[in-house]
């Protein structure tokens, strides 16, 4: 859940429908600040009508900033803000413009949002001064602006049909190019980096007074020719976003059709593109899919061989007369299923983190299938691990559980896993005829260290930087002790010496 949405459902009353109206609002309205040339703020009222609250955000990249200090979170009471208390009462935009020009805003302005027949916000309009318009660019903005405005006064979507979830990298901004078109599809305006886009495809022409759809058609390279959505884009009267392939470069149309009359009287019917040069972003991001592409080709080889691995050595276990070497390969055999079952884990999570709890449940199954003499409880949470520390901790836990298994004649193994102080704390215990009847030691010191163990001192010292250590656990049988032993390593940071 987003922040704006979090927020209304703390101090407003919306509908999950409203919520999501103002949620799409503001995940697009970089494009409405830049066509205004202004700061906007989105006020909602809150749940028990005191006032309204600042639920969001956005300065132009078009204009200087007016609003200096971040709005959001702030409350406005009745009373404080006559122009938001007007929109919302009346329904209909408090307008101020400069006397002979009534594109410029001389002040403050407030646009309610009419959503399912009620005003449910109420955007505030905050511009440096009276923005002068300068030229034709500054004026094709406003009008823009203006129509936008009107539609959402008058419950229009504007951005119906726009790409959902654009990063930062990739969300157009007006500056990059714009392009306009009439009802007929002919440009009557583009912005100087909007021809300079056309130019890298090859565009030897002017784009105004061209028929734009034609243009676009002929600076096409894509193999499979003009998509769906592009082909609207490029005829007008739609609102989508699509890219056009070119010789020399990509650019990313963002349309938007508007259909309301605007403030000053300018256009009822316009389609306005955005025009984003995006080559240098699709190139990365192919680059990317083709680097996964490889990541899951590899982990599927590496996956296969290990199954193979597993295959050789039940098939060389079985063909052997050796006990010794039976019971050498069947151990072999487990430490290749741990690591496949963890490399299968981290290939699924994306190879950086994995719920160690959902692994374990995987390697506590592949134990306790071996025998049905004895189970295995579980006290704690080990949580999220990175796969640095995943891999030999699971190789180790494993190890513990396989000893304990196949040598304490335990009927309960008891593992244990707490996170404390940038610590994970793991200890294994059993209830049954282990050997070790001393006080807790370094597991490099114990005599008994066979190749399990042996494995476990490796993995957690020096793969892992912790300690481990080995002791009696009284609760065994026979009056017999059972045996424990605990793991420390550090998870908040890496050691030093890493």
């Not at 007016?66 to 404080?80: I, Q, S």
């Not at 803000?81 to 101020?96: C, N, P, S, W």
């Not at 440009?187 to 105004?208: E, M, Q, T, W």
Request: charged fraction near 20%; charge should be negative; hydrophobic fraction near 45%.
């Amino acid at each position: 859940m987003g922040h704006v949405a979090k927020t209304l459902q703390d101090r407003t009353e919306l509908s999950a429908q409203a919520i999501a109206a103002l949620e799409a609002l503001t995940s697009r309205w970089s494009i409405l600040a830049d066509l205004a040339l202004s700061d906007l703020v989105l006020w909602v009222p809150t749940w028990n009508e005191a006032g309204m609250v600042a639920v969001a955000q956005i300065r132009p990249a078009s204009a200087p900033t007016t609003l200096l200090e971040d709005v959001v979170g702030a409350f406005a009471p009745r009373g404080r803000f006559h122009y938001l208390d007007q929109a919302e009462a009346l329904g209909r935009a408090t307008i101020q413009r400069e006397k002979g020009d009534p594109l410029s805003p001389a002040g403050v302005e407030a646009i309610p949002m009419l959503f399912d027949g009620r005003i449910i916000a109420v955007i505030a309009r905050h511009c440096g001064g009276a923005p002068r318009v300068a030229g034709r660019l500054e004026r094709v903005y406003l009008e823009s602006a203006d129509s936008i405005f009107s539609m959402i006064t008058s419950g229009q979507d504007w951005f119906a049909g726009m790409a959902h979830g654009l990063d930062a990298g990739e969300s157009p901004r007006v500056g990059d190019g714009l392009v306009r078109l009439g009802e007929d599809g002919i440009v009557n305006f583009a912005s100087p980096n909007a021809l300079s886009a056309f130019r890298k495809l090859g565009l030897a022409l002017d784009l105004v007074d061209q028929n734009f759809f034609e243009i676009v058609k002929r600076m096409s390279a894509a193999p499979q020719g003009l998509s769906i959505s592009l082909t609207k884009i490029a005829r007008g009267g739609t609102t989508a976003t699509a890219d056009l392939i070119g010789e020399g470069a990509t650019l990313m149309l963002t349309s938007h059709y508007l259909h309301a009359q605007g403030q000053s009287g300018g256009d009822e019917k316009c389609t306005v593109i955005v025009i984003k040069d995006v080559t240098e972003l699709r190139a990365h991001q192919r680059e990317l899919l083709s680097k996964d592409a490889i990541i899951k080709e590899i982990n599927h080889r590496v996956k296969n061989n290990l199954q193979i691995v597993a295959s050789l050595l039940r098939l060389q276990g079985r063909r052997s007369n050796n006990v010794a070497v039976k019971e050498a390969l069947a151990e072999a055999q487990g430490r290749i299923g741990v690591i496949a079952s963890v490399h299968d884990s981290l290939s699924r999570e994306g190879v950086t983190v994995v719920d160690f709890d959902d692994l374990l449940e995987s390697l506590l199954g592949l134990i306790e299938s071996e025998s049905a003499n004895f189970s295995i409880r579980l006290i704690g949470s080990f949580g999220v691990l990175s796969s640095g520390v995943a891999t030999p901790l699971a190789m180790a836990v494993s190890e513990l559980l396989h000893n304990a298994a196949e040598h304490s004649s335990a009927t309960e193994i008891v593992l244990v896993a707490e996170r404390e102080m940038g610590l994970l704390r793991v200890s294994v215990s059993d209830n049954g005829t282990g050997a070790v009847d001393a006080e807790p030691m370094p597991l490099s010191e114990f005599s008994h260290c066979g190749l399990g163990l042996t494995i476990v001192s490796d993995l957690v010292v020096n793969e892992l930087h912790g300690s481990v250590s080995i002791g009696s656990n009284p609760g065994g049988v026979d009056a017999h002790n059972g045996t424990l032993v605990s793991i420390s390593i550090p998870i908040s940071r890496r050691p030093a010496h890493n």
